[in-house]
């Protein structure tokens, strides 16, 4: 794949108000956005909704005004979950959605996200259009003064976000008796989060539901779950749910204060799709980052598992070609292609609230459904260059491999949204694979 100036696995991420999330970068964004989805004589839209960070304020803008100069009329949402836009991208027959989060990362980073008028996330292809573009003259382009943009809020963002959420969750179904700790990590789902499950008959206990700019994911949310755990327990909750800073993954805890992962969560909805006649494809679609037990797992269901590179969008790619209607990410992204177009916290957690619910057995029973082989993931920073093409690193990861035999595996990658290269193995035993991840690391860390 040919290197990208400004577009990763997830969008355009980076340190707040240096390059490339700048007012700037932003504004060329939104000029060659527009321009990339300008086609026909109506009258172009584009939505733009973004979370909690004090730098939404300087991004916002400046797209706007790129959209605006190139004609697109702007309908702002505000702060609402990555799959919110998604949705109203579509349900506004818009021509374009944007997402102004850095989803997980602290308030110091920012990231843009696009999605197409079809409320998926845009390919590579369309991606590397986007950056041509970005280099380009795009003064000849501008609208003429008469064609200008205009820009407005939609107020009923949050109810009608709301609404389509909960029509995911059966009807004669509700939550009555429940009591769940939902964290919101300070982010975009704040407002709208513990709105869905209080509808819905459930007690709430709301946690990270306070933002201010600059607490988004710090100490909370689905990157640290000390606070929810601990609320959960406490409280004797039936169940913990932790979003990220916009909302489009899910990681929960137990009554206990047990962390169920993403994987996990996809083997207790996919066995309760399978069992019901609603599972799509023959199996499920993850990344290459899954454990081997849900693998193992599924194939014990007869179903298989069909890996992609890191990146929920990649999931989303394959799940539509191969017609799956399940997939997702251990990190906890979750799509449904029967209801959404891109991974959503808040409609994964109501999956696993209904089993839950109909099987009237406690969460530490429903969601312990596999077995995890041991797995280790490591991160190593580094500052340009290429460590893994070092003949050293090279062969520290083929003894590993070798060792590991078919019972394990190795990957190594380079993050698309940091300057990390993530070591992770797996095997059948915890010790061997912390001393091959342990060396693998030190090997990479003397070439940076």
């Known amino acids: 794949m040919t290197t990208r100036k400004y577009f990763g696995t997830d969008g355009i991420r980076g340190l707040a108000n240096t390059h490339p999330m700048t007012a700037e970068v932003a504004l060329k964004l939104g000029m060659a956005t527009a321009l990339q989805f300008r086609r026909g004589e109506h009258r172009h839209r584009v939505v733009i909704g973004k979370d909690t960070r ?56 920012n990231g843009i996200k696009l999605f197409g008028p079809d409320g998926y996330k845009l390919s590579d292809a369309v991606e590397a259009k986007i950056e041509a573009r970005m280099e380009s003259d795009l003064s000849a382009h501008l609208a003429s003064a008469d064609a200008l943009g205009r820009a407005r809020r939609l107020d009923d963002a949050n109810g009608r976000y709301t609404e389509y959420v909960k029509q995911t969750f059966p009807r004669g179904l509700r939550l009555d008796g429940l009591k769940v700790a939902i964290d919101c990590a300070n982010g975009a789902a704040y407002k709208v989060a513990p709105e869905v499950f209080w509808e819905l008959g459930a007690e709430i206990i709301p946690i990270g539901v306070t933002p201010n700019g600059t607490n988004i994911n710090k100490g909370c949310g689905s990157t640290d779950l000390v606070t929810l755990q601990e609320a959960t327990t406490i409280a004797g909750a039936d169940i913990g749910l932790a979003l990220d800073g916009d909302a489009d993954r899910l990681i929960v805890c137990d009554e ?107 969460a530490s029973e429903i969601c312990d459904m596999f077995e995890p082989l041991p797995q280790l993931l490591k991160n190593v920073r580094f500052n340009g260059g290429s460590p893994l093409e070092n003949s050293d690193v090279k062969a520290a990861i083929a003894d590993a491999e ?33 001393a091959l991840v342990d060396g693998i690391c030190e090997t990479i860390s003397k070439q940076v």
């Open 256 to 362: 206990n204060g047990r962390v169920i992962d993403g994987d996990q969560i996809m083997a207790l909805i996919t066995n309760d799709w399978h069992k019901a006649g609603r599972l799509k494809g023959g199996g499920v679609v993850s990344t290459v980052m899954s454990n081997l037990g849900l693998e193992n797992y599924l194939n014990s269901l007869g179903l298989d598992l069909k890996r992609t590179p890191v990146g929920d969008r990649y999931v989303a790619e394959v799940m539509r070609a191969a017609s799956y209607n399940l997939g997702g990410e251990q990190s906890g992204h979750l799509i449904f292609d029967d209801y959404a177009t891109t991974g959503d916290g808040l409609i994964a957690a109501l999956q696993v609230l209904v089993v839950l619910v109909t099987s009237g057995k406690p």
């Open 54 to 109: 004090l730098s939404g304020y300087m991004i916002e803008p400046a797209l706007m005004s790129g959209f605006v100069s190139m004609g697109m009329d702007v309908v702002l949402v505000g702060p609402m979950p990555t799959p919110a836009v998604a949705m109203l991208t579509r349900s506004l027959r818009a021509d374009i959605g944007v997402m102004i989060s850095a989803s997980h990362n602290q308030f110091e980073d």
């Open 402 to 434: 070798s060792k590991l035999g078919k019972s394990g595996r190795v990957l190594i990658r380079k993050s698309g949204t940091e300057p990390l290269i993530r070591v992770m193995a797996e095997g059948e035993d915890l010790a061997v694979v912390e």
